[in-house]
């Protein structure tokens, strides 16, 4: 089964991965983005006004950063729309992009999905690979564009293949359940692995559930083991279920009953349920109890921002 899809792709059409664009990128010729990168905003402010009016296309879009988080100002949605706009109509996809994500959540201006689609749309064409992934969730839902899957995988995979992790783990569901697409089990474990391998937790556990079944790839219990704590270590409660069990009946590691209360345990407080899990909780020993209460507590604490 898919984790957490099981019936359907999500969809991230609420936020439209706001924070997927990491800043402008830098100007090796321009002072006003030397001075962002060092953090001193607003000299940067000032110095991207000047580039601006010289019709830099990139200080608009810096402008825009500005204003949109706040650096050194109040926070503006306003004033950064207008900035995005500028550097959009001379073609910075950033712009583009940025004022996609504003006209999409209604911020600054007013909220207009086939506007924002525009924008994402021409950003896309000009290879940005979070525009490409946001314009593939508006072709599945059909809000801005007519919905369709087949333009939908396409801009999917042109952002997955630019290594936009989520991207690939959600061309993997496409084609896991044939939308836009023929079904290919292969496709969708190779995607899904790429998302693995990037990081994605939620990727990690579903590329483990494949290759323990051996499903669209060679089974390999080791690495599906691998991956699960990978998963497991970033907080995802399936993962650490799955993992929980393989401690309990020693498949894929030793058999730990300590190490497996743990991890159910953590998935437990999270929201993952297991009675078989229950059981063997049940069993301890009150030493292995209290081992595997401190194990999990010191876990929880591990986790606690400083």
Do not use: C
């Not at 290879?127 to 995988?153: F, M, S, T």
């Amino acid at each position: 089964m898919r984790v957490a899809r099981a019936s359907t792709l999500r969809l991230w059409l609420a936020a439209l991965i706001l924070g997927m664009a990491a800043g402008p990128a830098l100007a090796a010729e321009s002072q006003a983005y030397a001075a962002f990168a060092q953090g001193q905003y607003l000299t940067a402010l000032k110095l991207a006004e000047t580039e601006a009016a010289q019709g830099s296309k990139e200080a608009y879009t810096l402008l825009g950063e500005i204003y949109a988080d706040g650096l050194g100002v109040a926070q503006d949605y306003g004033k950064a729309a207008d900035a995005y706009a500028k550097g959009a109509d001379l073609g910075d996809a950033n712009a583009q992009f940025s004022l996609g994500n504003l006209v999409a959540e209604g911020r600054g201006v007013k909220k207009d999905p086939r506007i924002a689609a525009d924008l994402f749309e021409k950003a896309a064409a000009n290879g940005h690979a979070a525009a490409q992934y946001n314009l593939a969730l508006i072709y599945l839902d059909g809000k801005g564009r007519p919905a369709d899957e087949a333009k939908a995988v396409q801009w999917m995979q042109k952002a997955a293949e630019q290594g936009v992790a989520q991207a690939a783990y959600d061309l993997g569901a496409l084609y896991q359940f044939g939308r836009g697409v023929t079904i290919d089990k292969a496709k969708a474990a190779e995607w899904t692995g790429r998302a693995a391998d990037a990081g994605l937790p939620e990727a990690q556990v579903e590329y483990g559930v494949m290759l323990f079944k051996g499903e669209g790839a060679p089974v390999n219990q080791e690495r599906a083991a691998k991956l699960f704590r990978l998963s497991a270590e970033q907080g995802n409660a399936v993962a650490q279920n799955r993992l929980a069990r393989l401690y309990a009946n020693g498949v894929a590691v030793k058999s730990d009953p300590v190490e497996a209360a743990k991890w159910h345990l953590l998935a437990r407080d999270a929201g993952a349920s297991d009675f078989s899990l229950d059981l063997l909780l049940a069993k301890l020993t009150k030493e292995q109890r209290a081992a595997a209460d401190k194990a999990a507590e010191e876990w929880r604490n591990g986790r606690l921002p400083e």
